[in-house]
């Protein structure tokens, strides 16, 4: 190998380094963008989301579910409800909708 191919080597290492670090910046300015321009959700509003998002996965039809789970996402969220959504949809995703539902119903009076 000679210099020439080490110095462009050297370049794309560089390269991708900077354009990781780049993409890192954006999907957090992004992110906040997001949290930011999102609304305030009443526990008792909250309460009743979850509440009507265990009962359309009770039917197992995504038409029923998948508006719900929109729509929570659409307000701002405590961690704990994240990890909330985000279980009950890593349980869908495995179209284990009972275990989904169970999953909700039992963190729907935690919900704070």
């Keep these: 190998m000679n210099r020439s191919d080490e110095l462009l080597d050297?370049?794309?290492k560089e390269l991708d380094d900077i354009c990781c670090e780049i993409e890192e910046k954006v999907v957090d300015i992004q992110t906040d963008i997001t949290t930011n321009t999102k609304?305030?959700?009443s526990i008792s509003k909250k309460k009743g989301l979850f509440e009507k998002l265990k009962k359309g996965i009770e039917t197992m039809q995504p038409n029923r579910y998948l508006p719900l789970i929109?729509?929570?996402e659409?307000?701002?969220l405590t961690k704990e409800d994240q990890d909330i959504i985000k279980n009950v949809k890593l349980q869908l995703d495995n179209y284990n909708y009972e275990?989904?539902?169970l999953f909700l119903k039992g963190n729907i009076k935690n919900v704070k």
């Design 10 to 12: 050297n370049f794309y």
């Design 74 to 76: 659409s307000y701002k």
């Design 70 to 72: 929109e729509q929570i």
């Design 99 to 101: 275990e989904a539902a």
């Design 39 to 41: 609304k305030e959700l």
